[in-house]
């Protein structure tokens, strides 16, 4: 089993231009995220899935758009892109339980010029 | 505003048992504590969860007082691969919004 893939592992943006940051899981977990992380600032949630057909906005969905595309895939869209969203962008997900830990993926290193 | 507070930075050598306390004062009846940690350049992993008095697996232990407003996560005679940035947690279930705060970034010297 993969775990939790995501594509592509770095990109580089032009201010405005837009893209598409995919993730997909083989582990059959109902629950999946989207984090960013920045320089001191530890990992911030941007959106989430608690299952197939529903998304909510985390701490910081401004710029940004999901789809929950099936049970497996979950995308994070960014349609005009700002230098303040270069970070590493991460994908986890679980179980949809009681306390079930975190599956992460190994991240997308994103740069807008 | 994140739900827990661990120190920005620990420093320790190696052999020595090293003790990381994240505070959550607000923890809610049904939240777990979990602890991650992270490599450069990877995604976090899962290391260790609790709920309540004491937790130990093959890599750390976790320590939980009776008012649950505080953990401690101890790792025994830390290596240099033990360096890395550690998360602390706080959680009722998966499919609500898992906010992590800054965590505490660990460096072990030989």
């Known amino acids: 089993n993969a775990g939790v893939t995501q594509t592509p592992k770095f990109q580089v943006l032009k201010t405005g231009q837009s893209m598409t940051l995919q993730c997909a899981q083989d582990?059959?977990?109902?629950?999946m995220y989207w984090y960013r992380q920045d320089p001191g600032m530890g990992l911030r949630l941007i959106y989430y899935?608690?299952?197939?057909?529903?998304?909510d906005k985390g701490e910081v969905p401004n710029g940004y758009n999901v789809s929950r595309l099936n049970k497996r895939e979950f995308s994070l869209r960014l349609e005009s892109a700002a230098p303040s969203q270069t970070s590493v962008y991460f994908c986890?997900?679980?179980?949809?339980?009681?306390?079930?830990?975190?599956?992460f993926g190994n991240g997308t290193r994103l740069t807008v010029t | 505003l994140a739900k827990t507070t661990q120190p920005i930075s620990m420093d320790s050598y190696e052999g020595q048992e090293v003790n990381i306390t994240c505070s959550h004062n607000?923890?809610?009846?049904?939240?777990?504590i979990t602890w991650y940690q992270q490599f450069p350049s990877q995604g976090p992993r899962f290391i260790i969860q609790?709920?309540?008095t004491k937790v130990t697996n093959e890599v750390a232990s976790l320590f939980i007082p009776a008012d649950r407003k505080s953990s401690t996560l101890s790792l025994p005679r830390v290596s240099l691969s033990d360096t890395a940035v550690y998360y602390c947690?706080?959680?009722?279930?998966?499919?609500?919004?898992?906010?992590f705060g800054k965590g505490t970034t660990l460096s072990v010297s030989s």
């Open positions: 607000n923890i809610a009846t049904n939240d777990y």
């Open positions: 986890a997900s679980s179980v949809r339980s009681e306390n079930s830990p975190l599956h």
């Open positions: 582990m059959n977990h109902n629950s």
């Open positions: 947690l706080v959680g009722d279930q998966a499919g609500t919004a898992l906010i």
């Open positions: 609790g709920y309540k």
């Open positions: 899935s608690a299952s197939e057909g529903t998304t």
